[in-house]
Every structure is written in C-alpha cells, then in structure tokens.
C-alpha cells in the first residue's frame, strides 16, 4: 500500500542514520543479507543474523523491514505475520499517566468497549482493546519532547488486509483530533 495512509520504512529511517548507527547504509546490508539468504529466511532470522553481526536489536529490526520492503517481502504496513497495521500520534500538555486516564473514556466510546488491558507505571503506560475478529488497538502515553507533554501513540493492528488501512487510519486520527 503506497497510497500515502503509511510511509514505506525507507521514507522512515534516513540512510545516514543507519549508517551512523550500524557502519553500513541500508543498501549494503541489504547486499549483504541477500548473500544470507534473505529472501527466503524470513523475518526473525534476518533480523536475528543482523544482530550476529553486532547490531542493536532495534537497527536490526529497522534494517530488516527495510530489506523486506526493499525486495518485495513485505508492502508498508504489512506486518511480519502478513496483517496490516496503521498508526496516529499527537502531543498534549499534561502527565502520561492521567493524560491516559483521560483518553481512555473517549477511546472505549468510540470502539464500544472497555480496555481488554492496561499497564499503568513505567515509560509508556498502555491500554489495549483486542475484538473478536483478533483486530486490536494499542494506546500508549509517553513523555513528550518538551516538559509536560505528552505523546499519545495509537495503533489499529491486526488489519486484515491493505484496504482497511485508509479507513483504520482516518479513525485513529479523527479520535486523536479530538482530545
């Protein structure tokens, strides 16, 4: 899907910051995992021979879904088990953990349910609503770039296919515009 509802992870993550975090841009690891069989590998084995190579973990996962987009493997928004995901954000005044408190009330009216679960504390606290057609939607609350803010993450995972990506994606915006 490159209808614009998600960036493709080479719009994403700059070469130069690849480069500068891992010693090889993205067009060389892409040679070189080639030459390790990446075309048919799959997913957790190419991002696991990358972090052999003595990258980080989060790099090598980076590097591995450009690499799969890169040669077909994987459209953006796709996710390794073949679902779709879409994703919003905004920033607010306030603390994560009741800036959460606040938005959930207005997540669960608008999906028609209560949170399946939460995590209060920590970095990031969550909620998390999962339907029963296995789609979900994942809330996050985390420090935002200047004091008092918040960033609110949200995601609509679990898509079926790419034509629900637009539609997941204009909710999750419309729902964030709202706070």
Not at 51 to 60: D, L, M, R, S
Not at 148 to 153: E, G, N, P, Q, Y
Not at 158 to 166: H, I, N, V
Request: aromatic residues 6%; hydrophobic residues 35%; without cysteine.
């Amino acid at each position: 899907m490159t209808d614009g509802t998600v960036r493709s992870h080479a719009q994403g993550m700059a070469p130069d910051r690849v480069l500068a975090a891992t010693g090889k841009s993205p067009d060389e690891w892409h040679a070189l995992i080639d030459t390790a069989g990446g075309a048919t590998i799959g997913h957790a084995a190419i991002a696991s021979w990358i972090v052999g190579q003595g990258v980080e973990p989060w790099w090598a996962q980076g590097i591995t879904i450009g690499y799969e987009q890169a040669r077909g493997l994987r459209v953006p928004g796709q996710r390794s088990d073949g679902t779709f995901a879409v994703s919003a954000s905004r920033q607010v005044p306030g603390e994560r953990e009741a800036v959460l408190d606040r938005i959930v009330p207005v997540f669960a009216a608008a999906l028609g349910s209560t949170p399946m679960s939460g995590r209060r504390g920590g970095k990031r606290p969550s909620a998390r609503w999962t339907f029963p057609d296995r789609e979900s939607v994942l809330l996050n609350t985390e420090d935002g770039p200047k004091p008092d803010t918040v960033r609110i993450s949200v995601q609509r995972e679990r898509l079926t296919g790419p034509e629900r990506m637009p539609d997941a994606k204009a909710e999750l915006q419309q729902l964030l515009a709202s706070l």
